[in-house]
């Protein structure tokens, strides 16, 4: 990459976003930026579970444009499952005159993605682990994606092979 890019890695939970968010960030020696734990720091202030969804994605769009004010590439780790949501990407990447890249990943293999869940543990505190019921309502609420995006199964390869596809992706950027 040439120039401060945004980066964002989305997918259902458990689909491997935030593997991919990671290994990217270690090579590019750059912020990873994950709803996650902002949101469960929201709850831990007090505020409503209700009322910090889209709230998160807000907070984590302001640490990014700090970022970006310092001409940093930043990686933002997040579901993205609704338009909205990557709108708000587009937009602060037009504000800063950035490129932004979309790495959607899912998993296509519904036991490997069942177990992924089951085994994982993220220790973010005040935030539980999603079960694997809750991943079906969110994807029943997944909207089709009209950008332009690597898609990566993490199902159909090792998360260093999807890495470097990633990078590759990155590269031509």
């Known amino acids: ?13 458990g689909s491997g976003k935030s593997t991919i968010a990671e290994g990217i960030g270690r090579l590019l020696r750059v912020p990873v930026l994950s709803i996650d734990p902002a ?8 505020l409503p579970k209700e ?18 004010k310092l001409g940093l590439t930043i990686i933002v780790d997040a579901v993205n499952p609704v338009e909205e949501a990557r709108q708000m990407w587009r937009d602060l990447a037009d504000r800063f005159q950035v490129p932004v890249c979309f790495i959607e990943c899912l998993c296509s293999d519904d036991q490997i993605h069942k177990t992924r869940l089951e ?4 220790n973010i505190a005040g935030m539980p682990e999603i079960t694997w019921e809750q991943v079906q309502e969110r994807k029943a609420d997944y909207e089709e994606w009209l950008d ?6 993490t199902a159909a390869d090792a998360p260093d092979v999807l890495i470097a596809r990633a990078m590759d992706y990155l590269q031509a950027v």
Do not use: F
């Open 1 to 13: 990459m040439k120039q401060p890019t945004i980066i964002v890695t989305s997918g259902l939970p």
């Open 148 to 153: 332009v995006r690597l898609r990566l199964d």
């Open 119 to 122: 085994k994982r543990v993220r």
């Open 39 to 46: 949101e469960a720091a929201m709850w831990a202030a007090g």
């Open 51 to 68: 009322n910090t969804g889209i709230a998160a994605y807000r907070v984590v769009e302001a640490i990014a444009a700090e970022n970006l």
